[in-house]
């Protein structure tokens, strides 16, 4: 990248923002390079990146092209033209349709030289269009504004709707399992709707309804912790486990074993929300636990991930190779799914055929062919990693590599021209890599075949509006694994205050990650049947930074504190 770097010329926009002082000539040419490889306008990947003043750069692209700023604060979102432009084209250009008079429509642009932009939405609209230049940051708050109000929302919903809203189950097995039209309690269907709609807007991604003895309780997880919301009277216990069954169409008669259902809750004609149920039979009573999907978190672009430059360099070329084998790996809860998924998004064009089994798929992915696992009619990853290979494959996901015969189809698959993509559940990189040796897997064709391994946590976000500096001894940073270096360089640690914006400090989550590419030495070692150890040190030597490394970074960059740190990590 150094030497690409000397080549750069930098004219237009990018020139402009050196000469007014937002940027250095070194960082202007950094960012350039990686908007052209990204391919993103140069003013949305500074933005993203908070490189630079959103708008200041908008003042200084103003003048660089004598056009004047629309504040997008004079618009609301219902002012705006409805559905003339594509959501699609809306995310994919980051533009906001702002007004139509006669045959033109004009449209609001951070980037007054993303002509590609207007050329497609007059494509697709059939009207000439003509871009507003706008302050970026307001302009994606203003993006996500309009395209709520498009649609009815979670926040739209008063109590008088929630008995409305349409749901779907799974797959019915049961011939004899309850409909929905048989329950006629009203209060209980309202009670949870509104639980898992209040979900759905505070931002969990699970759902715990608990009986015990003596109590009823009801817990989401917010940003990774359980905090309970709800305690209704434990008499309403069966009630409300058989609603919730009927929504999932499980057989509500059995208490006696586990079962795996699916709810698509609909919200309007546009919006659904998918959840996956799963009941557990425990001393008081069924446990119920749905876990929120999410499938936009696919749509979130790799970038807004956490992974740093040198991280997200290696996984986009492991992904750019035509075989191979990328592992995710880390405990339930941390993420691999939407590593995985941003992945998949990123190959999925035309020209490629992809292939996922899954236990079950989580996340629906349009020009992905899909498949849930089931033993029970002999569906196992196994038999489905051997019908892939019969169907022309080119990109395969297996969801999780469990034994040894699956994992035998799946390097076998990534030795002969195909990338194949999967996690384990360990705890880092180099124990990845013996768990294979220990399931049987030959240590010569995990050498040749894993090409990527990223372990990962997910750690929360400090809230931006709340967060305070703290004062940490220089013994102690030393002792959290800060090296003297690092403390020479000088940073500011934060900690959590609280605020009406977000939970307890944080706000949000970042992934925290240990990427580590097989190179010869590591396939060496792996052929050698080196321990985890010897592996980890290795890796190291190499400069593939470990999950602690990865954490404390994120603490130096003020993006989360050190006590989050220590909690998702250890040494």
């Given at each position: 990248m150094a030497s690409s770097k000397q080549n750069v010329t930098l004219t237009g926009l990018a020139r402009r923002f050196v000469d007014d002082g937002l940027l250095d000539e070194d960082t202007a040419k950094d960012a350039f390079l990686h908007a052209s490889h990204n391919r993103l306008p140069l003013i949305t990947y500074l933005a993203q990146h908070e490189m630079a003043d959103s708008a200041k750069m908008a003042f200084s692209a103003a003048m660089e092209f004598g056009v004047s700023v629309l504040d997008l604060d004079a618009f609301a979102p219902e002012m705006l033209p409805e559905k003339l432009v594509d959501e699609k084209l809306i995310r994919k250009h980051n533009v906001l349709p702002l007004y139509k008079r006669g045959n033109r429509l004009f449209i609001a642009v951070s980037d007054p030289t993303n002509i590609q932009a207007l050329d497609e939405i007059k494509f697709n609209t059939g009207l000439s269009t003509d871009g507003i230049l706008v302050d970026d940051a307001k302009l994606r708050v203003g993006i996500e504004k309009y395209l709520e109000s498009q649609d009815t929302t979670m926040g739209d919903l008063d109590d008088a709707d929630l008995e409305d809203v349409e749901?779907?189950?799974?797959?019915?097995?049961?011939?004899?399992?309850?409909?929905?039209?048989?329950?006629?309690?009203?209060?209980?269907?309202?009670?949870?709707?509104?639980?898992?709609?209040?979900?759905?807007?505070?931002?969990?991604?699970?759902?715990?309804?608990?009986?015990?003895?003596?109590?009823?309780r009801v817990r989401y997880r917010t940003d990774g912790i359980l905090k309970e919301v709800s305690r209704p009277s434990i008499k309403l216990a069966p009630k409300i486990s058989a609603r919730v069954k009927i929504m999932s169409q499980l057989d509500i008669s059995e208490r006696r074993v586990p079962q795996d259902g699916r709810i698509k809750m609909k919200l309007s004609k546009t919006k659904a929300i998918d959840f996956r149920v799963n009941t557990l039979p425990t001393l008081w009573g069924e446990k119920i636990v749905l876990r929120i999907l999410d499938p936009s978190q696919a749509q979130m672009g790799i970038d807004v991930l956490g992974y740093e430059e040198d991280q997200k360099q290696m996984y986009m070329e492991a992904l750019e190779q035509p075989q191979g084998m990328i592992l995710v790996t880390g405990p339930t809860g941390s993420g691999k799914t939407v590593s995985l998924y941003t992945g998949l998004n990123i190959l999925n064009t035309t020209e490629r055929n992809i292939s996922t089994a899954e236990d079950p798929a989580e996340i629906n992915l349009e020009g992905v062919n899909q498949v849930n696992v089931n033993n029970k009619v002999g569906l196992g990853f196994a038999e489905a990693l051997r019908a892939f290979l019969r169907q022309d494959p080119d990109i395969i996901m297996v969801g999780e590599i469990r034994d040894l015969e699956t994992a035998n189809i799946a390097i076998k698959a990534a030795q002969t021209g195909h990338l194949v993509l999967s996690t384990l559940h360990t705890n880092s990189a180099a124990e990845t890599l013996t768990r294979m040796m220990n399931m049987g897997v030959p240590s010569f064709n995990i050498a040749t075949s894993v090409s990527l391994i990223i372990a990962q946590r997910l750690g929360r976000r400090l809230c931006k509006a709340c967060k305070e500096p703290i004062d940490v001894p220089h013994d102690t940073l030393l002792k959290e694994g800060f090296t003297e270096e690092q403390i020479d360089t000088g940073f500011t640690l934060y900690r959590p205050k609280g605020c009406d914006k977000c939970n307890g400090g944080y706000k949000g989550r970042v992934g925290i990650y240990e990427v580590v590419k097989i190179t010869d030495e590591l396939a060496n070692m792996i052929m050698e049947e080196a321990s985890s150890i010897q592996i980890a040190k290795q890796a190291q030597k190499e400069g593939f930074r470990n999950l602690r490394q990865s954490a404390l970074r994120k603490v130096m960059e003020g993006v989360t504190s050190l006590e989050e740190a220590n909690r998702v990590t250890k040494d």
């Open positions: 749901t779907e189950g799974g797959e019915q097995e049961d011939d004899n399992a309850v409909t929905v039209s048989e329950v006629d309690d009203a209060p209980i269907v309202k009670y949870v709707n509104k639980i898992l709609l209040d979900a759905i807007r505070g931002g969990a991604s699970d759902i715990h309804f608990e009986p015990y003895e003596k109590l009823y």
